[in-house]
């Protein structure tokens, strides 16, 4: 039990919040923490709640009951959603990204912690309403963006392999095709990863036809799981509607052209606002 100031109080409380995103919490757990009150932790919490929705950092839920209690539901807001856009946009079109092949370096914007706990907050945004058990990804560059997301769902995150590894114990396998290069694949999950007839959010760096995407929608189909919903960072806009295997998606940006002789890379914000009417 902690005795503090009440300013003081209301920023331990602030952070206790954030670090706990979507997890209900009982009056009674900070009335204890804090040797307050239960009135005073209400009012501590009107104020906080006040701040979070003035401020565009979110929502605070108060459940009424027995069972009740506050929870934190992060959200980013338009304007905000709007300049974290911008700026991913500018950083994938940097000319030093294009590699042999027309091809786009993206591991060190993955490998920023920062810059994916942004991304995995307006995911958290577009699907927090949804009705999700746990979010899945494929080995290995959207794991640091599924974890992302995931933290601010509190939600558990799902690996799919490549190939099978000992140490998952039984598991099951597809083949997909790649639904750029017409290629053959292998994607396996553990059993014990996932259990049946969950409802899933798939999250990945990068689509181009959507041929892993659509991979992994299979392989849930093997654990009578559903789909709630899928959000990549990038996609690519130099596929065709009709060449796509997935329509229902969201994403952030949208990758046009790379153009290696010029040295120039095209890119803009993806359908997030489109898809939420904005």
């Given at each position: 039990?902690?005795?503090?100031?009440?300013?003081?109080?209301?920023?331990?409380?602030?952070?206790?919040?954030?670090?706990?995103?979507?997890?209900l919490?009982?009056?009674?757990?900070?009335?204890?923490?804090?040797?307050?009150?239960?009135?005073?932790?209400?009012?501590?919490?009107?104020?906080?709640?006040?701040?979070?929705?003035?401020?565009?950092?979110?929502?605070?839920?108060?459940?009424?009951?027995?069972?009740?209690?506050?929870?934190?539901?992060?959200?980013?807001?338009?304007?905000?959603?709007?300049?974290?856009?911008?700026?991913?946009?500018?950083?994938?079109?940097?000319?030093?990204?294009?590699?042999?092949?027309?091809?786009?370096?993206?591991?060190?914007?993955?490998?920023?912690?920062?810059?994916?706990?942004?991304?995995?907050?307006?995911?958290?945004?577009?699907?927090?309403?949804?009705?999700?058990?746990?979010?899945?990804?494929v080995?290995?560059?959207?794991?640091?963006?599924?974890?992302?997301?995931?933290a601010?769902?509190?939600?558990?995150?799902?690996?799919?392999?490549?190939?099978?590894?000992?140490?998952?114990?039984?598991?099951?396998?597809?083949?997909?095709?790649?639904?750029?290069?017409?290629?053959?694949?292998?994607?396996?999950?553990?059993?014990?990863?996932?259990?049946?007839?969950?409802?899933?959010?798939?999250?990945?760096?990068?689509?181009?036809?959507?041929?892993?995407?659509?991979?992994?929608?299979?392989?849930?189909?093997?654990?009578?799981?559903?789909?709630?919903?899928?959000?990549?960072?990038?996609?690519?806009?130099?596929?065709?509607?009709?060449?796509?295997?997935?329509?229902?998606?969201?994403?952030?940006?949208?990758?046009?052209?790379?153009?290696?002789?010029?040295?120039?890379?095209?890119?803009?914000?993806?359908?997030?606002?489109?898809?939420?009417?904005?």
């Amino acid at each position: 039990m902690k005795k503090l100031k009440r300013s003081a109080r209301l920023v331990e409380m602030t952070h206790y919040l954030l670090s706990r995103p979507h997890h209900l919490i009982p009056l009674t757990t900070f009335a204890q923490r804090y040797g307050a009150a239960k009135s005073s932790i209400s009012e501590d919490l009107g104020i906080i709640k006040e701040v979070f929705e003035g401020e565009g950092m979110g929502d605070l839920l108060t459940l009424a009951g027995a069972a009740g209690g506050v929870k934190y539901i992060p959200r980013v807001g338009w304007e905000q959603a709007k300049v974290f856009i911008r700026q991913l946009c500018e950083k994938l079109a940097q000319s030093d990204r294009i590699l042999p092949g027309g091809y786009l370096y993206m591991s060190d914007l993955l490998g920023q912690p920062a810059l994916m706990n942004e991304a995995g907050k307006l995911f958290a945004t577009a699907f927090g309403d949804l009705e999700i058990d746990c979010i899945m990804t494929v080995e290995t560059k959207g794991i640091p963006l599924a974890y992302a997301t995931g933290a601010e769902l509190n939600l558990p995150v799902v690996l799919v392999r490549r190939d099978h590894q000992v140490t998952e114990g039984s598991a099951v396998s597809i083949n997909y095709v790649s639904g750029s290069h017409k290629s053959l694949h292998t994607m396996t999950l553990s059993r014990r990863a996932l259990k049946e007839r969950s409802r899933v959010l798939i999250v990945d760096d990068f689509m181009k036809a959507g041929g892993t995407i659509q991979g992994m929608v299979d392989l849930l189909a093997e654990f009578n799981a559903e789909v709630a919903g899928v959000g990549v960072l990038v996609e690519s806009g130099e596929v065709a509607s009709e060449q796509r295997l997935l329509h229902d998606y969201v994403s952030l940006a949208t990758l046009r052209a790379v153009d290696a002789k010029e040295k120039e890379i095209s890119v803009e914000p993806g359908n997030y606002f489109s898809k939420f009417g904005q």
